[in-house]
């Protein structure tokens, strides 16, 4: 069965340099799989043909962008996307691209896109997190998400770590690294990026935008669970089109990144539907090797045409990547 994986990331030298990313001010854990996700190539397809994956969409693990001014971070992201694009282009049956974009300039954001798109091949976005503090709802980022139905390509909603007011009122206190990682994957990347998706959608963002297909991983953020109190709460208030949930059936889709175990994704089926699930790893942050072993466990609770619209089919679809 063919495998293909969304949320899987890489680094350059050249954004290491710009950001002094994954060095010695992260956790030990982080810092050591800096060579990891510098590989573009053998060591890469090695791990995945060890885990039968056969197509990985790569990302920049993009912690520390944020922090370059925009200039400066225009210019790396085409740096990153075109040196992304050789590797793809190296690996075509392999590897492909979602574009990084420098969202402090959106209207230099739309021509990135644009030309990640139509010249490099590539098949969306990831963004992550805020960019200076603001959420994507902002209306000076409407241009972009614009840009991606038109092109008629997903953007996916990744963490990021939280800004330095959230980081010291939320995650302060807690001894050793503990506080760190409750900000990330343990705890805060997911909070707030489920808190970030439904502030998208009720800001109107899919109903002035109805073509836009959003990604987010994680099995969805925690949404799923909340999904129908979330919904009712906010539905009326929002003064949308259609009800909160309605959206996961029309604009968003979830990925299983990260997230390795049957309850979280019985749940995520049953809200969401097999039709908006696609199966992710999260490498090398999490290893292809698990992922599969959880693609392999699922097969005992879905059905075969299911199972096979989860590790690729629907990826396929979206992505456009038959």
């Known amino acids: 069965m063919r495998t293909i994986t969304l949320e899987e990331h890489f680094v350059t030298e050249s954004f290491l340099r710009a950001t002094g990313a994954y060095g010695k001010t992260v956790p030990p854990q982080l810092a050591a799989l800096q060579p990891k996700l510098l590989d573009l190539g053998t060591g890469r397809i090695a791990a995945m043909d060890e885990a039968g994956i056969h197509l990985q969409v790569l990302s920049l693990a993009a912690m520390g962008f944020d922090a370059l001014d925009a200039a400066t971070a225009s210019a790396l992201a085409r740096d990153v996307n075109d040196e992304l694009a050789a590797s793809v282009a190296a690996h075509p049956k392999r590897l492909a691209g979602f574009a990084t974009l420098a969202l402090k300039d959106a209207v230099g954001a739309v021509a990135e896109l644009e030309r990640c798109v139509t010249r490099l091949g590539f098949r969306g976005a990831l963004v992550d997190g805020t960019t200076e503090g603001l959420f994507l709802d902002d209306p000076r980022f409407l241009p972009v998400f614009e840009a991606a139905a038109q092109l008629g390509v997903p953007v996916y909603l990744h963490p990021a770590p939280p800004p330095e007011t959230v980081k010291h009122a939320y995650f302060s206190g807690l001894p050793g690294e503990l506080g760190h990682l409750l900000s990330i994957a343990g705890w805060g990347w997911h909070a707030e990026t489920g808190l970030h998706t439904l502030r998208l959608i009720v800001s109107g963002l899919f109903d002035k935008v109805p073509g836009l297909q959003l990604i987010i991983g994680h099995m969805g953020e925690g949404l799923p669970y909340a999904m129908a109190r979330s919904s009712g709460i906010l539905s009326g208030p929002a003064k949308l089109q259609r009800p909160v949930a309605e959206y996961f059936k029309s604009n968003i889709h979830l990925t299983t990144s990260g997230y390795f175990t049957l309850p979280p994704l019985k749940c995520a089926l049953e809200v969401v539907g097999i039709e908006r699930m696609m199966f992710s790893v999260d490498y ?39």
Not at 294 to 299: G, I, N, T
């Open 284 to 322: 090398p942050f999490s290893p292809n090797t698990r992922g599969r072993a959880f693609l392999d466990q699922a097969a005992g609770v879905l059905p075969a045409e299911d199972l096979e619209k989860l590790a690729h089919g629907n990826a396929e679809r979206l992505l456009g990547l038959g």
